[in-house]
Structure formats: structure tokens, C-alpha cells
């Protein structure tokens, strides 16, 4: 299996972008890396385009390499990644809807984000006067007795707008297709030309619930592009702020799953449980999601006086309340027969797509970035990744349970050792160019963050959500399914719209 | 099981102590809520949700008020799944270009007397997604806002306070009529 370092060798390496390397290659070149994707030989990190290159991120799970590859694109057009690599297939319909750089013969060549409702077209790129609109082709199905049921954007819950098209054959569900795009807000337009300070405000909305996930990554990758270093105890401080994001979250996760299957109770307690983490991070951080805390060059704000008392607290409240309620999910019959077998993902499809997070790991695929690619403080610390391979609610579920009992250790022994010394490194920002990378593990999964500074501020920022590989998973997942088990199917994924939209 | 509600028998309550209404929403609400509205409903409302391109930090936080600490459904605040069943809309987020015509499509769905909240900083004037080429702007670029509850996201417990500001309008004409 060739390396990425052996693919970093064939192109024109492009000397400023930090830690890894980025590479400008040619047609065979790119044609070969989407190959070694289809193969399973490296995962796919993120494609992403400009008005006139597009680049992609390959990362090599066995030797923990990351790198880019870019392709100029002269003619606004470039080969098909997604013609050989499915994953790549929506990557590549955002980059035509926003920057108008085509791949050429892509099995799936429809519009995604763009809804033609923006006035423009190709508003990142060279903006075109849009057509008259056409109706949204929906994937044509065939077939006796079946029907189609629409929901969308507009669902029942207190959820995210999206649309989901159903086809069914009685209560079975042959086919979901999705239809995104309804939260895109336009965040990359917005980066560019910001400033660093509005731009990491930007980053840090991209996904409210990742706040601290998307602003870690940002901050280092502007880090990265500046060439400093933020202080160790900002970068200890950062992982304390992304484990809370993950206690919350993942607890709160566990309670909606039940509810999903009609168990309240167990809503109740978790969401009790996650009250306690975001009062424990709004004493600590002063902001109830550690919003705005991270910023380029570590930390905006110190841990409140009383703050470490107030986590150590909730985790003390955790480790007494969990294990009953983890009880009760693993002894409540009627709750497993729900949760398990149901919404399975094959570890197959969830190796091709990468998948990262809790739905990679119920499904087999054991990436966690703070273990592979094992970035500070996490190279320090003890935790173990669970990974289970049976795929299904249940198994996410698990997955989300054993996460929260290292994250409980992650807190106490960042806690223990917490270093001190300065918060904030100096930004001499307007002098220097760069640009920098950087991939963080969030709740959900694995954020990647890219940009390129100059004088200061932002020329381009592309910030990739976990979900862009989870979304299309659960078309899958849902797949023979009963129609009235796709809430508790789609609360255990828990994509993001909004960082996927963006 | 039993583990479980035993002590909860046990445990004295969670639930905080009711907030008071906040002041700056009782006032800009006051002109929104007649008379003949709040005969209609009573000491009660029911809140459709509507994400109208928000990052769903907003959500979060409206979430959490249905948590027992919190515990909305006591003072008659009820969310609802159909905008056919609400009498407030409670608008979160920038409203995107392409979510422009569902929240329009979802306020004529809603019958009258309807009040909208605009929740978030975003929903106020788009926040910091403000000028974007894919943005229409807060919430108002679409339909009437009767209430703005600010934040980033707001908090729950100032939430509550805005929508029992809205309440207490309801109630009050209630028991003049
Ligand atoms: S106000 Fe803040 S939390 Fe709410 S949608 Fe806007 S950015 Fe997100």
C-alpha cells in the first residue's frame, strides 16, 4: 500500500501549510488517490473547493498521516471523486453549488445546498444569474404498492429543518432519501475577509452543539497557519471545556434516544444529569456551552475560582446517578426491543464512509482523534476508544454510555494536572501568512478545520462537520426498517444540519 | 426500577422556584395581547418551535426547559407538533433564503390569535450571520414578531421569563373580560 508521505512526494508541495502536508498534484495523481480511497487504502477527510482549485483530505488511520492533495482547476472542472468514491458525492454537488467548479462525469450531478432560492448562483465563485427554478428531482422509485410519505423541513419536534422522503411498502421502509441544505447560512462566504476574531465567533456557530469542538479546531488550525503554539494550560483547559461538551451531549443523546422509544423516564434523569454539566461549565467558563472561550492562540478566559469545585461536583453526581440508569436501560425488555437490531449500519459501509464518532465506533471503525491522531493533552492521559461492532441503536447507545464514563476520568485527570502559566499566546497575526489544518474530535465525531491567513485575516476557511459521512448512513441504516422506528433511528445517528448545512 | 423512584419519592424536587416575568418583554408585549385574545386562552399557551436556520444552540436551551429543573408544563406552556395547534410560534436562528418560505408556510398554518417570539440573537437580525448571501435576516423579514428574548443562546431561565411575560398578558385580560 503506498503511503501518503509517497503521494506527498508527487506533486509540488506547497512549503506554508502546517502540520501536514499539502500537495499540488495532477489528473493521474488525484485520479489515483480517489482509487486508493475505493480500496479502503486511506479514508476520505474532506473535499472541498475555490473558485478555481478543489483539495482533498485523505487520512491514513494505520499510521496516523494526514494530508491534502489540490488540484488546480483552470476550466472550473475536475475529475469525479465520487464517481469512484461515493462518499465524495456531496462534498463534490456543494463544491459546483457554491464556487461552480464541476466534476466531471459524477453518477449524481444535482444541485445540494443551492435551492435556488439565494438570487445568485455559484455565490463563492463566480456569481451567475440564476435559471428559472425547476422542481427538485427527486431519485425516481419503482415498484408494486409502494407509497411515499414527505416530512419536512418543518418536523414535530424541537429539532433542525431537513427534509426526508420516505418510500414504503406498508409499514417497511424501502427508501429514504434526504434533502439538506434548508439551515445553509453561507458561513464560508461570511469567513472570508474576516478577521480572526469574528471568524473563530463564526466557527464556534457553525454547529451549537459542537461549539467547543468547532472552535478548538479552528483556533489550532489557525494556530497551525500563524505557526505558535497556545499555552499548555489553554490546551489542557480546551480538553476539559470538549469533555463536558461530550458529557452533555452524550447524555442528553441517551435520555432523547429513550424517549424515542417511548421510555420518558429515562429522559428525565439524563436530562437532569446534563442540566448539572452545563451549570457546571456556565460557573466554570461563564457561558453555559463554553461559547466564544476558545479563540486562536488558546483561551479567552481562565477556569472561574470555583470552577474546578463545580465540575469535580458534577462528576461526583455522574459517577452516583449513572450506573442506576444505566441499569435500567440494560434491564427495561421493552426498551431493548426497540433498540436492539434496529437501524443497523454494516461496519462495511461505515469504513467506506469514515464514519467518525459514536456511529463509526457502534459499527467497528475505531478511529477517535484525540487515540490516532493523538493530539495534546490526549497523548498524555489514559482513556480507552469502545468500539462495538453490531451497528444498531442499541450498540450507539453503548457506545455513548462507555464514552461517558471516560470522559468522567478525562475530566478528573485533567483536573489533577491541570498546568499553569499564561492563557493566551501572542498573535502577531497581520505580519505572517500561512495556512494550517487541524482535526478534533467532537461529540459527534472528528471536525476538520482548514483555512489559509493572510495580513491577518481569513482568505478561505473550510470547516467540515462529522455528519457529511454519518448523513448518508442512515438512508442506509433505515433501510427495511418499520417507518415508525426512523425518530429512534435518527435520534441515535444525531447528525447535525446545521454543520453540515453551514 | 425501583431503585430509581424510590429515592426520587424521597428526594425533595428539582424543579426551581418560579421566575418572575421579565420586565423589558412584559413591556414590549403588552400592546400584543388584547383582550379578546387572552378570553380565548386562558392561563395556557401552546408553542410551536420553528428552527429557521439556527446552529441549534437555541434549540438546546429550549430543550432543557422541558427538563425537570425547569419543568415548563407547569405554568401551562405546552409545545406542540402542528403549527394548527399553537398560538405562539417561537422562531430561532437567522431565517436562511431557503428556509424563508416554510416559516411563512408554517405562520399562515397557525391559527388566530398567534403571537411570534423570535428567540436568539440570530432570530433578532440574523446575529452574526447578518449580510450573508444565503440569510433573509431575523425573523421579522417574514412575519410580525410580537416578543424578542436576546442571548446566544438565551438561557432557559430567560426564556421562561419572556414566555411568562407573554402569559401573564394572556392572563391578565383573561380575568379583566
Ligand atoms: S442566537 Fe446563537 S445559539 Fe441561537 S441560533 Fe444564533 S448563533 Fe445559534
Known amino acids: 500500500m503506498p503511503s501518503l508521505i509517497d503521494l506527498a512526494l508527487e506533486g509540488r508541495q506547497v512549503a506554508e501549510q502546517r502540520p501536514w502536508p499539502r500537495t499540488i498534484v495532477e489528473f493521474p495523481v488525484w485520479n489515483f488517490a480517489a482509487d486508493q480511497l475505493a480500496e479502503g487504502a486511506w479514508s476520505l477527510s474532506g473535499l472541498w473547493g475555490e473558485p478555481s482549485a478543489v483539495h482533498m483530505a485523505l487520512v491514513d488511520e494505520e499510521t496516523a498521516q494526514a494530508a491534502v492533495i489540490s488540484l488546480a482547476c483552470p476550466n472550473r472542472s475536475f475529475p469525479s471523486v465520487g464517481r469512484r468514491h461515493p462518499p465524495a458525492l456531496r462534498l463534490e ?77 406498508g409499514e417497511t421502509v424501502v427508501r429514504l432519501e434526504q434533502r439538506l441544505g434548508y439551515t445553509h447560512k453561507g458561513v464560508e462566504g461570511l469567513m472570508a475577509g474576516a478577521d480572526l476574531t469574528r471568524a473563530a465567533q463564526l466557527a464556534g456557530r457553525v454547529s451549537g452543539d459542537s461549539t467547543v469542538a468547532y472552535a478548538l479546531a479552528f483556533a489550532r488550525a489557525a494556530e497551525a497557519a500563524l505557526g505558535i503554539d497556545a499555552p499548555a494550560r489553554a490546551i489542557w483547559l480546551g480538553a476539559l471545556m470538549a469533555e463536558l461538551e461530550r458529557l452533555a451531549n452524550h447524555l442528553g443523546d441517551i435520555g432523547a434516544i429513550c424517549n424515542d422509544a417511548s421510555f420518558a423516564l429515562m429522559l428525565a434523569h439524563c436530562s437532569v444529569l446534563r442540566e448539572d454539566v452545563l451549570r457546571a461549565a456556565d460557573t466554570a467558563f461563564g457561558h453555559r456551552l463554553m461559547r ?122 485533567i483536573l489533577d494536572r491541570l498546568p499553569g502559566g499564561a492563557l493566551l499566546a501572542p498573535l502577531e497575526a497581520s505580519a505572517n501568512a500561512g495556512e494550517g489544518m487541524a482535526i478534533v474530535e467532537g461529540f459527534r465525531g472528528d471536525v476538520l478545520a482548514w483555512l489559509r491567513v493572510a495580513g491577518g485575516r481569513i482568505e478561505r476557511c473550510h470547516l467540515r462537520d462529522p455528519s457529511w459521512f454519518q448523513w448518508p448512513l442512515l438512508e442506509a441504516a433505515i433501510e427495511g426498517n418499520i417507518v415508525a422506528d426512523f425518530p429512534l433511528c435518527n435520534k441515535s445517528f444525531n447528525c447535525s444540519y446545521s454543520g453540515h448545512d453551514l | 426500577m425501583r431503585r430509581l423512584l424510590l429515592p426520587s419519592l424521597l428526594r425533595r424536587p428539582l424543579t426551581e422556584a418560579a421566575p418572575a416575568p421579565d420586565d423589558a418583554a412584559l413591556r414590549e408585549i403588552a400592546a400584543a395581547v388584547d383582550a379578546a385574545a387572552r378570553r380565548r386562552l386562558g392561563r395556557s399557551l401552546s408553542i410551536r418551535e420553528v428552527d429557521a436556520g439556527s446552529c441549534n444552540g437555541c434549540e438546546l436551551e429550549i430543550h432543557a426547559l422541558n427538563n425537570p429543573y425547569y419543568d415548563v408544563e407547569r405554568f401551562g406552556i405546552r409545545f406542540v407538533a402542528s403549527p394548527r395547534h399553537a398560538d405562539v410560534l417561537l422562531v430561532t436562528g437567522p431565517v436562511t433564503k431557503n428556509m424563508r418560505e416554510a416559516l411563512q408556510r408554517t405562520y399562515d398554518a397557525t391559527p388566530g390569535p398567534k403571537w411570534v417570539v423570535a428567540l436568539g440573537d440570530c432570530a433578532r437580525d440574523g446575529g452574526c450571520f447578518a449580510g450573508s448571501y444565503a440569510v433573509a435576516g431575523g425573523a421579522s423579514e417574514v412575519v410580525p414578531v410580537d416578543l424578542h428574548i436576546p442571548g446566544c443562546p438565551p438561557p432557559p431561565l430567560q426564556i421562561l421569563r419572556g414566555l411568562l411575560a407573554l402569559l401573564e398578558q394572556v392572563d391578565r385580560g383573561a380575568k379583566a373580560g
Not at chain 1, 463566480?126 to 423541513?153: C, K, N, R, T, W
Open chain 1, 93 to 169: 454537488r456543494t463544491i459546483r453549488d457554491l464556487f461552480g467548479v464541476e466534476a466531471m462525469g459524477p453518477p449524481d450531478a444535482r444541485p445540494w445546498l443551492d435551492h435556488q432560492r439565494w438570487g445568485t448562483r455559484f455565490p463563492l465563485g463566480a456569481p451567475a444569474v440564476p435559471g428559472d427554478p425547476s422542481p427538485y428531482p427527486f431519485l425516481p422509485v419503482e415498484g408494486d404498492s409502494l407509497h411515499q410519505i414527505a416530512v419536512g423541513p418543518v418536523h414535530a419536534g424541537i429539532i433542525e429543518p431537513g427534509h426526508f422522503r420516505f418510500t414504503a411498502g
Open chain 1, 292 to 413: 466564544d472561550v476558545i479563540v486562536p492562540g488558546g483561551v479567552a478566559r481562565d477556569l472561574a475560582a470555583d470552577g474546578a469545585a463545580a465540575i469535580r461536583a458534577v462528576v461526583a453526581t455522574i459517577r452516583r446517578r449513572f450506573p442506576a440508569l444505566v441499569e435500567l436501560y440494560d434491564n427495561t425488555a421493552s426498551l431493548q426491543d426497540r433498540t436492539v437490531g434496529t437501524g443497523v449500519l454494516t461496519p462495511a459501509l461505515a469504513r467506506h464512509y469514515a464514519a467518525g464518532g459514536y456511529i463509526g465506533r457502534a459499527s467497528g471503525r475505531a478511529f477517535d482523534a484525540r487515540r490516532s491522531l493523538a493530539y495534546a493533552p490526549y497523548d498524555d492521559l489514559q482513556f480507552d476508544v469502545p468500539v462495538l461492532t453490531e451497528g444498531d441503536v442499541n450498540a450507539r447507545v453503548w457506545v455513548r454510555i462507555r464514552e461517558v464514563e471516560q470522559s468522567l476520568s478525562l475530566v478528573e485527570q
